[in-house]
């Protein structure tokens, strides 16, 4: 089965190609495959999969990457609209049944 | 319970000073998984403290993070026990921890695993090198099969606050003695709420790759229409006196919005949908919900007054 893409061209994810050293970790880190090496460069190649997880842009070591972080959970929003202050507890991403942490 | 475990250096069988070192979350599933995944192979398990969040969440809330890393490192005296640089962290703990930043502030090299810890044992096998494949996050059916109870439970709970409301309106307003009208009226209504919840908990997650659509809220008014017209098509096929169609149209308004409001929460525990895009699903997603719920409902007690 192919890879899940959510909505396209939403994600604020920005690579900086002329300040990249080709170091190669992000293709390392990111959990979707966004990036491929173009000749000791990065490039991005599906960035619609992107669900801005901020790996890449953290480990970047020159600060080529920035994305706008953020958990992709609707309870999220609806809880820091009503005021409620722990704004990212919905997060079960790991299928553990009842044992879930949060929430 | 207890779901926690105490953070700091942990021996798995008997490690030396060369013997590699994974650093994990104090949540119990996850140094268990661990611990069972590296069954036989002497190393060293770094537990850091996320107050017993997973890898994944932990990261994504810093509590997993460069500095946490950097501190337990010094704390427990990782280095005169072993007499190399080298740390090996799940690949899902990178939102967090700055692989760089670490290496200046310890001295110690990040290198990320694979996702799954269950790839560990190859990717030792092949000398730390990860495939394509152990690199990414996908969400296999069983994965999200997994996490219905979950959502269900919590649906379920809401749905048992209501009901009694629904049978009560349904007496109140339907024709005939109260009892008759309630259960007529009211087992109808059931039925199709618990389509719209089942729609938006169930097969939302199950079909969420092949139901149309890309917002979620989308695939949940999808799953909606699977479950929901057959349910109709029995009750029309059947003895049950059929309700009139503006009664069957308003629950259908009301189920489907439910169904799209549990499918959007799904985004939730999905692990390929961006902040940017719930953000945009919502906009639109949640006045849809809003006015299905509304106009449902005020379309439901007036054909229930009206019959
Ligand atoms: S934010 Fe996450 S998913 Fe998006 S490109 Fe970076 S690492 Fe990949
Ligand atoms: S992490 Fe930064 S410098 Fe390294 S390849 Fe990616 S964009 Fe280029």
């Known amino acids: 089965m192919g890879q899940f893409i959510y ?3 939403v994600t604020t994810l920005m690579l900086d190609e002329k300040k990249c050293v080709g170091c190669g970790i992000c293709l390392t880190v990111c959990p979707h495959g966004i990036f491929y090496l173009n000749e000791r460069h990065a490039r991005i190649s599906n960035r619609d999969a992107c669900m801005e997880c901020g790996a890449c842009a953290k480990n970047c070591p020159v600060e080529a990457i920035s994305v706008k972080t953020g958990v992709g959970c609707a309870i999220a929003f609806i809880n820091s609209f009503l ?21 | 319970m207890s779901f926690t475990v105490d953070p700091g250096l942990y ?14 979350a104090n949540y119990k599933m996850s140094f268990d998984r661990l611990r069972n995944d590296l069954k036989n192979r002497d190393s060293w398990l770094l537990v850091l403290n996320t107050q017993g969040i997973n890898v994944w969440c932990a990261a994504g809330k810093g509590s997993f993070g460069t500095d946490e890393l950097s501190e337990r ?5 990782l280095s005169r ?139 949940g008014f999808s799953a909606a229409v699977i479950v929901l017209l057959p349910l109709l098509g029995l009750f029309s096929a059947t003895s049950y006196p059929f309700p009139a169609f503006a009664e069957a149209f308003s629950l259908f308004l009301i189920s489907s919005g439910v169904a799209m409001f549990l499918a959007m929460n799904f985004t939730g525990s999905s692990t390929f949908t961006s902040s940017s895009g719930v953000r945009k699903e919502m906009k639109w997603a949640v006045p849809i919900q809003i006015g299905c719920g509304i106009i449902g409902f005020g379309m439901w007690v007036w054909t229930l007054y009206a019959a």
């Open chain 2, 81 to 219: 026990i072993i007499s190399h640089k080298d740390l090996i962290l799940p690949q899902l703990s990178a939102p967090g921890v700055s692989a760089h930043v670490v290496h200046k502030n310890t001295g110690f090299n990040v290198r990320f695993g694979p996702v799954r810890s269950s790839d560990l044992p190859a990717f030792i096998d092949s000398g730390y090198k990860a495939t394509p494949e152990m690199r990414l996050k996908n969400f296999p059916i069983m994965d999200r099969a997994a996490l219905i109870p979950m959502e269900l439970i919590i649906a379920m709970k809401w749905m048992l606050i209501i009901f009694p409301f629904v049978f009560m309106l349904s007496g109140l307003f339907g024709s005939g003695p109260f009892l008759s009208a309630a259960i007529r009226h009211g087992f109808f209504a059931a039925v199709m709420l618990t389509g719209g919840m089942t729609a938006g908990t169930i097969i939302a997650p199950l079909l969420l790759p092949w139901l149309p659509g890309r917002a979620f809220a989308m695939k």
């Open chain 2, 73 to 77: 490192i010094h704390t427990s005296g």
């Open chain 1, 83 to 103: 005021g409620r202050s722990d704004s990212s507890c919905c997060c079960v991403i790991e299928p553990v049944g009842k044992e879930s942490t949060c929430c």
């Open chain 2, 11 to 24: 021996a798995l069988g008997s490690p030396d000073r060369h013997s590699p070192v994974f650093v994990t």
């Open chain 1, 7 to 9: 909505l396209k061209n």
